[in-house]
């Protein structure tokens, strides 16, 4: 068998891996053609990963322009800790405040309070993006038992 699909996440698992509190990365393409990434925190908007931003910053200018996104979640440290998923395909911006308030809630609920009232604050100035994957990658090195 192919080491790929010794490491690959069912979709069960990967579901399960995405709905811990992770950081993600995500990655937008910026003018010129350079990849923009940046680290975020995300929720769920239904079963759809999603997270939120400023509406003037350059993540959401970059995918007014083109809506291409990939966003990876991943852990692990030592390479027999490694997971991760990476999800690649459009971006949906959605200038919605209820939709605002629900995104803000579900970070909430996985983050934890910390900033609650910062991130109420902000939510007028913010929209939320919906990524719709088309192609899903996953890993888990912890399937391998500690061999390369």
Known sequence: MKRRNL???TDAQVAAYLAEPHL???????????????????GFLGDTPTFWSYRRAQKVRNLERDPTV????DSGVRYDELKGVHLMGRAEIIDDQDLVAELGASMLQRYGPANEAAAKASAP?????????????????T?????Y
């Open 7 to 9: 490491v690959r996440m």
């Open 24 to 42: 993600c990365r995500i990655g937008t393409i910026a003018p010129g053609g350079r990849i923009h990434l940046v680290a975020m925190n995300y």
């Open 70 to 73: 990939g966003m990876i979640v």
């Open 125 to 141: 100035k913010r929209v939320v993006i919906k990524v719709h994957a088309d192609k899903v990658l996953s890993w888990d090195h």
């Open 143 to 147: 399937k391998l038992g500690g061999a």
